[in-house]
């Protein structure tokens, strides 16, 4: 199947009691069973579930993968994969990556002995000098939130295989639709499904998927020990999501460009940060591993006034301030005060997250409407 056709039908079939095309809601935390242990393949829905289990063979489908998992947040797969570690050991992280990811490694698995280099990792070479025998996987995030960074999954793949590292791909700005990094030879796939793949900023869910059979038995068994996995709800709402993946992408893909040219060419913006330009750093890598350059945009104003920026995301009408991104609807957000204020200030300058950024999630509507609203926010 091509990636259009696997959005609808991948892992999917029809359901066996009543032939229903979508999968029911399995709205259950239990299963009957005839006798100790006779059951139809599902004892508690920890565990598994049908309508989560019809979304992770989707998840798995769209990524080229054999295993997919979900997980009740993005985050939440981010931890099944720290989980896979043990104290001593050692990560090489991109330095530009969500705060929150930022937050879980740092405030939560340093104290479990676990030691994070962040790095720049534009140019994935920088990578080799900080693997050491101690290392045992490496962290990648590209494009990068919210700089739009790209980083060379196939080179940092080489250099971890190399070196006996799992490389692990927060897919999430990009999604299956622009890069598969599975075939890039990365080891896990991960998502905040709650954002381009959920598409409609309804659900909080997290995604993980993987070829290894081995590795996918070590995770699948954090998943059910742990326990934070989706409801069948939430399941059934993403998986809607997956259908229109695709078209969604695509619309995100035009809009992006439309108002990253915008931007580009406005008087008031010191620099627009968006992959699609060829003077952006890696453009020809993106342009190899990317099929187009997504829907994310970011920018600073002349002058990188704090006020001002805060000023122009008041004004939006049109795109929503808010956390989040990758659904229907344009949301802006000011990483400094919003997504990235757990990072400190000295650490998110280093960046580039200085006062003025503005990130831009720009949704499916009416290209000329969007920037309508940008042109009256930023005047
Ligand atoms: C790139 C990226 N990774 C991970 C996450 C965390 O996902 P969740 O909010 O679903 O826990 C986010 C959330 O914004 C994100 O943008």
Known sequence: MKFNTKTIHGGQEHDKAYGAVMPPI?????????????????????????TRQALEKSFASIENGNYGLAFASGLAAIDAVLKLLNPGDEVVSTNDLYGGSYRLFTKVYEKFGIKFHFI???????????????????????????????????????IAKKHSVLLAVDNTFATPYLQ??????????????TKYLGGHSDVIMGALVVNDKDLAERLSFIQNASGAVPGPQDSFLVLRGIKTLHVRMQRHCENGEAIANYLNGHPKIEKVYWPGFTSHPNHNIAKTQMKDFGGMVSFVTKGNNYDE?????????????????????????????????????????????V??????????????????DLKQAIG
Not at 355 to 372: A, N, P, Q, T, Y
């Open 180 to 193: 598969q990094p599975l075939d890039l030879g990365a080891d896990i796939v991960m998502h905040s499904a």
């Open 26 to 50: 399995y709205q259950t935390s239990t299963y009957a069973q005839s006798t100790p242990g006779g059951h139809k393949g599902f004892e508690y829905s920890r565990t598994h579930n049908p």
């Open 355 to 372: 006062d003025s950024l503005i990130r831009l999630s720009v949704g499916i509507e009416d290209v000329d409407d969007l920037i309508s």
């Open 309 to 353: 920026a805060i000023k122009i995301v008041e004004k939006l009408k049109v795109f929503t301030l808010a956390e989040s991104l990758g659904g229907v609807e344009s949301l802006a957000g000011h990483p400094a005060s919003m997504t990235h204020a757990s990072i400190p200030k000295e650490e998110r300058e280093k960046t580039g997250v």
């Open 120 to 158: 720049g990792m534009e140019n994935a070479a920088n990578i080799e000098q900080y693997i050491t025998a101690k290392t045992k996987l490496v962290w990648v995030e590209t494009p990068t939130n919210p700089m739009m960074n790209i980083i060379d999954i196939k080179a940092c793949s080489d």
